[in-house]
């Protein structure tokens, strides 16, 4: 049966599957920065929407004395 992969694509696969670690943790790396993203954005979004919460219930609360 013999070898089924040329020598060609031997070497390239061995070219490849070299350098595969690092790409595998550059994308690891994007991965985690993006998620770690978006949770800051996230968290800070909610933070916001609490704050306008207080700040409509204060507008309210005024508007409702001063009746």
Request: hydrophobic content about 55%.
């Amino acid at each position: 049966m013999g070898n089924l992969i040329d020598p060609t694509n031997t070497e390239l696969y061995a070219l490849v599957l070299k350098d595969a670690p690092y790409v595998i943790v550059a994308y690891a790396v994007l991965w985690v920065a993006l998620v770690a993203y978006v949770t800051v954005i996230l968290r800070r979004m909610l933070k916001l929407n609490r704050e306008i919460e207080v700040l409509s219930e204060v507008v309210d609360s005024k508007a409702q004395a001063g009746e």
